[in-house]
């Protein structure tokens, strides 16, 4: 198994930065697809970025050219580096991951989930 925990999540001004982690732990971290999803109250989960075992990233077309993913295979640990943060960008979000080698966007295709961190955007 494949246990998730997200961190870095916080109140920030819009135009501002911040930078999300998720900490692996289990055998399958290496070999797993790891993406980013976002919920903002009232809506449902959506597909915010994904990067493959061996460092292929895709992007939501609302987040691409803000965000960036990234992997440290040796930290067993996945980032979300957010800039140009707008309100719309508010939303708790969660670490995902899906042991195999191919990625996908929709949030059915994840076995495993974090807790969640609290990303605020003000005006």
């Known amino acids: 198994q494949v246990q998730l925990v997200e961190s870095g999540g916080g109140l920030v001004q819009a135009g501002g930065s911040l930078r999300l982690s998720c900490a692996a732990s289990?055998?399958?971290?290496?070999?797993?697809?790891m993406g980013w999803f976002r919920q903002a109250p009232g809506k449902e989960r959506e597909f915010v970025a994904v990067?493959?075992?061996?460092?292929?990233?895709t992007y939501a077309d609302v987040v691409k050219g803000r965000f960036t993913i990234s992997r440290d295979n040796d930290k067993n640990t996945v980032y979300l580096q957010m800039n140009s943060l707008k309100p719309e960008d508010t939303a708790a979000y969660y670490c995902?991951?899906?042991?195999?080698?191919?990625?996908?966007?929709?949030?059915?295709?994840?076995?495993?989930w974090g807790q969640g961190t609290q990303v605020t955007v003000s005006t």
């Open positions: 990067i493959s075992w061996s460092g292929t990233s």
């Open positions: 995902a991951a899906r042991p195999g080698r191919v990625t996908y966007t929709e949030r059915a295709r994840y076995d495993y």
């Open positions: 289990g055998r399958t971290f290496s070999s797993s697809a």
